[in-house]
């Protein structure tokens, strides 16, 4: 029985209502119903709290393992099932269409294809929580557009999966970025040459360039984990020479994304600039 599981059981057992429990705690109803959904579980510093609140153990609320629960926190975080339930229901209530097509869609294209292996652990990542991931962090810096979330989500699915842009059974304006995303590079032309062109397509278009953006952001995050020396460092001179020009064009051109432009450069430098330091270091 999991924690949300628990919580709603005793509170009714107790004859609470989640704003009864929320009050309790000083928090929100929609904290107390989405530990009871299983959208989030509590930070470990409000398990006494919560336990005190209904009239429990921390132990009888967790278990004995402190270490198993926080774990069981981080894990949730990257859960495929956790995400897609998130964005799933998060289509739902707002009426996003194209998005809720888009989460089906990729689970059955993605099904069976997994990321690069990690340096450290011998755990497959499904190739999925990566566009699940994107769409949770566009989500989460307010972009809650139905055609830039569907585009997030379908992003690699041209390029993995052997669909043609034009055989998607979504929008125009979701194919055409879909496509601009998908790299067909001419092999007769220099790599630099090729990537300039690929990105000097894509900036003019407002959802291919802002999924880009949030792909790389996403890939710098985590390629510390599965890339050699040599790779993060041929990936830290792509990002600055394609990608942050892309970043600026952005926030010229569609002020309306200045903050999460802001909030994706502010957290790849910083990322970045780390790595170089650690790069350079013997």
């Not at 929609?30 to 009239?55: C, H, K, M, T, Y």
């Not at 390029?159 to 304006?173: K, N, S, Y």
């Not at 020479?241 to 892309?246: L, Q, S």
Request: hydrophobic residues 40%; glycine residues 4%.
């Amino acid at each position: 029985m999991n924690i949300g599981n628990i919580i709603a059981a005793r509170r009714k057992e107790l004859g609470m209502t989640q704003e009864a429990l929320a009050d309790k705690l000083s928090l929100s109803p929609q904290a107390v119903s989405r530990w009871e959904n299983g959208w989030n579980l509590p930070d470990f510093d409000n398990i006494g709290r919560i336990a005190e609140a209904l009239r429990m153990t921390p132990a009888a609320l967790i278990g004995e393992d402190r270490q198993t629960y926080e774990w069981e926190i981080r894990e949730q975080l990257f859960s495929e099932e956790h995400m897609f339930t998130r964005l799933k229901t998060i289509a739902e209530i707002c009426g996003l269409d194209q998005t809720y097509r888009a989460l089906y869609y990729i689970r059955e294209h993605h099904r069976g294809q997994f990321r690069r292996g990690l340096k450290y652990s011998e755990k497959r990542i499904p190739y999925i929580s990566h566009p699940l991931m994107m769409a949770c962090h566009a989500q989460s810096m307010g972009l809650s557009d139905d055609s830039l979330l569907a585009v997030i989500l379908l992003h690699d699915v041209c390029e993995d999966c052997g669909v043609a842009p034009e055989e998607l059974p979504f929008t125009d304006e979701v194919r055409e970025a879909v496509a601009l995303l998908t790299k067909q590079f001419d092999e007769s032309l220099p790599k630099a040459e090729n990537e300039a062109r690929y990105y000097a397509a894509l900036k003019d278009n407002k959802l291919a360039a802002m999924a880009k953006v949030i792909d790389r952001c996403n890939n710098v995050s985590t390629m510390a984990g599965s890339f050699s020396r040599q790779k993060v460092a041929s990936y830290i001179d792509e990002t600055e020479t394609y990608v942050f020009p892309v970043l600026s064009t952005i926030k010229r051109t569609w002020p309306e994304y200045g903050n999460a432009v802001f909030l994706i450069k502010y957290h790849m430098l910083s990322v970045l600039e780390s790595l170089k330091i650690m790069l350079s270091e013997r």
